[in-house]
C-alpha cells in the first residue's frame, strides 16, 4: 500500500525554471492539498482540491498552479521559479477531511 | 490566518508533562493534531470536532474550547519518542481546508 507518493524527493532548479511535482495517492481520497514548509513558518497551505476538476486556493497560491483531472492526482506547477520558492513541499490527502490525512514524504526544492 | 501556537520550543526531562496550546481568530469547527520527527513527513495524532468528539491517538489527550476558540495537546510522562515538531490545524465547516499553525518544537531527553 503505497499512500500518498511524491517525485521527485529533491530538486534544484535555476531562477525562471519551470518544473512540475508530482503527487499520487491511491487511496481513493477525494481531498488533497499542497503545503510548503518553512524554518520558522510552518506548514502553509498552498492550493488544495477536493475532487477532481475543483480546486481552491490556500494561504500562499503565488507562483503555483495545480489541476486535479483524476482523484489519484495532484501536481503542483511552478511556471518561473524564483529563490522565494525554495523550501520542502508536501502533498497531503484525506478522505473527506475529518479523518486522519496522509502526508507524502516531501520534496526538497531548491531554487539558485 | 494561521491558528497561533505556544510555546514555539519546549524541552522536557522523560517523564516530565508538557502543555501545547493552539489558539484561532477564527471560529473553530475543528482542531487537528500532528506530530513531525525530523526529516520525515508530519504524522496524524488526533482531531478534535465540535460536540466533543475525539478521533485517533489513545495515549495523548487534548482538549477544544469552542467559545475560546482554543485546543491544548496534554503530553504526560514524556517518553523519548514524544520528541518532534507538534502542528495543530484548523479546517472549515467541511473540513476542506486545513490550515497548520507555526509548530512547536519538543525535546524529551533522557
Known amino acids: 500500500n503505497a499512500g500518498v507518493t511524491q517525485t521527485p524527493k529533491f530538486q534544484v532548479l535555476k531562477t525562471g525554471q519551470s518544473m512540475t511535482l508530482q503527487c499520487a495517492q491511491d487511496m481513493n481520497h477525494e481531498y488533497m492539498s499542497w503545503y510548503r514548509q518553512d524554518p520558522g513558518m510552518g506548514l502553509r497551505l498552498i492550493h488544495y482540491s477536493v475532487g477532481a476538476g475543483i480546486t481552491d486556493q490556500g494561504e500562499v497560491p503565488n507562483g503555483y498552479n495545480v489541476s486535479r483531472s483524476t482523484t489519484e492526482d495532484f501536481p503542483l506547477r511552478l511556471l518561473s521559479a524564483a529563490p522565494s520558492q525554495t523550501s520542502v513541499y508536501f502533498c497531503a490527502s484525506t478522505n473527506q477531511g475529518d479523518t486522519e490525512a496522509f502526508f507524502g514524504q516531501g520534496t526538497r526544492l531548491t531554487v539558485v | 490566518q494561521q491558528p497561533v501556537q505556544s510555546p514555539q520550543a519546549v524541552i522536557l526531562r522523560e517523564g516530565e508533562d508538557a502543555v501545547i496550546n493552539c489558539s484561532s481568530s477564527?471560529?473553530?469547527?475543528?482542531v487537528h493534531w500532528y506530530r513531525q520527527k525530523h526529516g520525515e513527513a508530519p504524522v496524524f495524532l488526533m482531531i478534535?470536532?465540535?460536540?466533543?468528539e475525539q478521533k485517533g491517538h489513545d495515549k495523548i489527550s487534548a482538549s477544544f474550547n469552542e467559545k475560546k476558540q482554543q485546543s491544548s495537546l496534554y503530553l504526560t510522562a514524556s517518553q523519548l519518542s514524544y520528541s518532534g515538531t507538534y502542528f495543530c490545524g484548523t479546517a472549515n465547516t467541511g473540513f476542506q481546508k486545513l490550515v497548520f499553525g507555526t509548530g512547536t518544537r519538543l525535546l524529551v531527553s533522557p
Open positions: 477564527k471560529a473553530l469547527y475543528s
Open positions: 478534535l470536532l465540535k460536540g466533543g
